[in-house]
């Protein structure tokens, strides 16, 4: 079977994905994924932190196959029910005031970044400048993958949208030397995901919100992976004691249906008046569906609070599991980075999945943990048991 489909893909699938992790699932419940033969994989990527509430999560199937029955889309041309009701819900769960919603993350982040620069325009002050940082990681349209800090994203697409300069992360020095009166916007991931699951330094993060506040500038934060519990707090924000104008979400935001968020406070989403953005898809009933359900699934089974528990454990487990072969183990909540001195972390994640367990690898030394948040103690306790074993290898 999976011959047949690899066959197909090559020959009929942009390459794009190059030589896929020769897997392909039928089935999943719960944290498990089953293979087309039958064999049953622990899912500790959840599908590169998007299946929070794992897989087939009951409550989150009765209300899409009910929604489904309904009514699929209508546009935004109309009011939706399930669009202002999760706008609502959003809202009330953060410091913000205003939703709008997209397909994606990168979508919600090219969103993010022309409402900034809509602020600014409407009130006839000339800043357009972004600043963002280098590792990061914002999505692959053009201006995103311009935003993002890592060349490999962007150099054939040149040329790039204008405006944008990267810093590194924790400087704050350069930060400083770098805002000028052209800054319309500081854009960051609070934990850099793709770039190896790096949390940022509080003090950086405080020192942006404050030459943010003294200089007229908007904070723009990208939650779209750390967002709706990863970190063990609704967004990752909470952590750093600050409150961001604009924010970002998406994956988990759904439950696994593609939806993506933009999040302001009034004071600057107020900038965008009626024509200046818009979406065909973004927001309809099939996604806001899936999002109502995956946060009354979140807040019900204390998701959020299980994700901090849980990720405070499975950290500790994992350094006495790794011990001296691990630089560094990173990450809040259930977003972890094993750093090894070596590097191996393409091999350690081969061989767990040998051992069928799914997880995903940065670069050639760091592992990227991030289970559905439904994960339990006895789950993590079998993964750490497996890396314990394969360990002895290295
Ligand atoms: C922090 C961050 N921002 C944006 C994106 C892009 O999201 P999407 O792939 O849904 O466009 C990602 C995807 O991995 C991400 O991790």
Redesign the pocket.
């Known amino acids: 079977m999976i011959e047949k489909i690899i066959e197909f893909d090559k020959k009929y699938y942009m390459n794009t994905f190059g030589d896929r992790v020769k897997l392909m699932f039928k089935e999943g419940k719960g944290i498990e994924l089953t293979n087309y033969d039958g064999t049953v994989y622990k899912d500790f990527f959840a599908g590169?932190?998007v299946s929070a509430l794992g897989h087939s999560h009951p409550v989150l199937v009765d209300a899409l196959k009910n929604q489904v029955s309904k009514l699929l889309h209508t546009s935004s041309i109309y009011y939706v029910e399930n669009q202002a009701l999760l706008a609502e819900k959003l809202c009330k769960k953060t410091c913000f005031d205003k939703v709008f919603f997209a397909n994606?993350?990168?979508?919600a982040?090219e969103g993010a970044i022309k409402l900034a620069r809509k602020y600014y325009y409407n009130q006839g002050i000339d800043k357009y400048e972004i600043i963002t940082l280098n590792n990061?990681?914002?999505?692959?349209t053009v201006t995103?993958a311009t935003a993002t800090g890592q060349e490999k994203y962007k150099k054939p697409y040149a040329p790039l949208t204008p405006g944008f300069v990267h810093i590194d992360a924790n400087d704050i020095d350069a930060l400083v030397k770098t805002v000028n009166d052209k800054t319309c916007a500081i854009m960051v991931?609070l934990v850099q995901?793709?770039s190896g699951v790096r949390p940022l330094d509080i003090e950086f993060v405080s020192a942006i919100r404050k030459i943010c506040d003294e200089k007229n500038i908007l904070m723009i934060v990208?939650?779209?992976?750390?967002g709706i519990g990863r970190t063990g707090k609704f967004f990752a924000y909470e952590h750093f004691n600050i409150e961001p104008d604009i924010l970002?979400s998406?994956?988990a935001l759904g439950g696994g249906v593609?939806i993506?968020a933009l999040l302001a406070k009034d004071f600057v989403a107020s900038a965008f008046v009626p024509g200046d953005h818009g979406t065909t898809f973004g927001g309809n009933p099939l996604s806001t569906c899936a999002g109502l359900a995956t946060l009354e699934i979140i807040e019900n089974e204390k998701l959020v609070e299980n994700s901090l528990e849980l990720g405070t454990y499975f950290k500790a487990e994992l350094e006495k599991a790794i011990g001296d072969k691990c630089k560094e183990i990173r990450g809040i909540g259930l977003m972890i980075g094993i750093e090894f001195k070596q590097p191996i972390g393409k091999a350690v994640n081969a061989k767990l999945m040998e051992n069928k367990y799914l997880a995903g690898s940065v670069g050639d030394s760091v592992l990227r943990v991030v289970p559905p948040l439904i994960v339990t103690k006895e789950d993590v306790d079998g993964f750490v048991e497996c890396i314990s074993i394969i360990m002895n290898e290295f």
């Open positions: 590169i932190a994606t993350g990168a979508e982040n990061s990681f914002h999505g692959r995103t991931e995901g793709e990208d939650e779209v992976q750390t970002t998406a994956k593609p993506g």
